[in-house]
């Protein structure tokens, strides 16, 4: 018997994926958590039957949330990463030297239990010494944090459920402040062709509070549209001005300093959508 699996990713739009068989499915306390095996992608995490991240092409996402905002920083020491609890982004930080500190903040334990297990290849970073993991809100996390982090990293869900909060202009004024005075900020900021209001509505927020906003995008072929955009947020540095910097990071697939400078290159209705 053949087994698909079907995202819904629009009202009417659905990709859908030849499994091979379901590892786990599970309610926690904030979600349905599920690895499945499919032929295409191997194994994938979903979370309320959402594609969070899948073997075969997480490495695009992951690579693109943490060495852009990384090396556009001039010595980032600690990093903090908000969500992420599949530990694919903190197995990317861990990769630069200078990072003394990386802690994860991930509201659902069972997320990363999952991952554990079920993706050892993404997981495997969360073991480092370097790692702290905290089962926590990353929005209470983020307020009782002043002047912490040299980067924050928003490794959120879609805005919903406990993800809604870590949209916010509110959170991303508490971001401001948990960061040091060269402080950046990057946050996953969904699909400019399916979300144009989601993106231009979250890039105002961080825009509110950043005096350097900057949007890139990569692409992902698990996630809606395949476009993907990221948010990135700076106090003083600009994200284009690595020339020179930093040497390119060892052991990437998708990133290089051409990349990083090409990802902030935006076709014209996506520049209409961060028009100030
Ligand atoms: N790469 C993914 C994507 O864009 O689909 C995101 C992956 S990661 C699994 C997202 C994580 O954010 C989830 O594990 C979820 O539990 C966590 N999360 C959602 N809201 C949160 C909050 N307020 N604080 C901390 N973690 C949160």
Excluded at 73 to 96: C, L, Q, S
Excluded at 118 to 137: H, N, Q
Excluded at 251 to 258: F, G, N, S, V
Aim: proline content about 6%.
């Amino acid at each position: 018997m053949e087994l698909w699996f079907t995202e819904k990713q629009t009202d009417h739009v659905g990709l859908t994926y030849k499994t091979k068989r379901i590892l786990l499915a599970k309610r926690s306390q904030y979600q349905e958590v599920a690895i499945i095996e499919t032929e295409q992608f191997d194994r994938m995490l979903l979370l309320d039957r959402v594609v969070q991240t899948t073997i075969s092409d997480e490495f695009v996402y992951h690579e693109m949330i943490a060495h852009v905002p990384l090396n556009s920083h001039p010595n980032p020491r600690r990093v903090a990463v908000i969500g992420g609890g599949d530990g694919g982004t903190i197995r990317e930080i861990i990769k630069h030297d200078c990072v003394e500190k990386a802690v994860l903040v991930e509201i659902d334990e069972q997320v990363i239990r999952a991952s554990r297990q079920y993706l050892p290849e993404i997981s495997s970073g969360l073991d480092d010494e370097r790692v702290e993991v905290l089962i926590t809100d990353g929005i209470a996390h983020i307020q009782e944090s002043k002047d912490t982090y040299d980067v924050i990293i928003i490794d959120s869900t879609d805005p919903v459920g406990p993800a809604v909060g870590l949209f916010t202009e509110e959170f991303y004024g508490d971001v401001y402040e948990a960061l040091t005075d060269e402080g950046i900020m990057v946050a996953q900021t969904e699909s400019p062709y399916y979300e144009p209001e989601l993106v231009q509505r979250t890039f105002s927020r961080v825009n509110a509070n950043f005096p350097i906003t900057k949007l890139y995008l990569a692409f992902i072929p698990t996630y809606p549209s395949g476009m993907w955009s990221f948010t990135i947020g700076s106090k003083q540095h600009d994200p284009l001005a690595i020339d020179g910097k930093k040497p390119e990071p060892i052991e990437t697939r998708y990133y290089t300093h051409d990349v990083h400078k090409a990802a902030f290159c935006l076709p014209r209705f996506v520049q209409k959508l961060v028009k100030p």
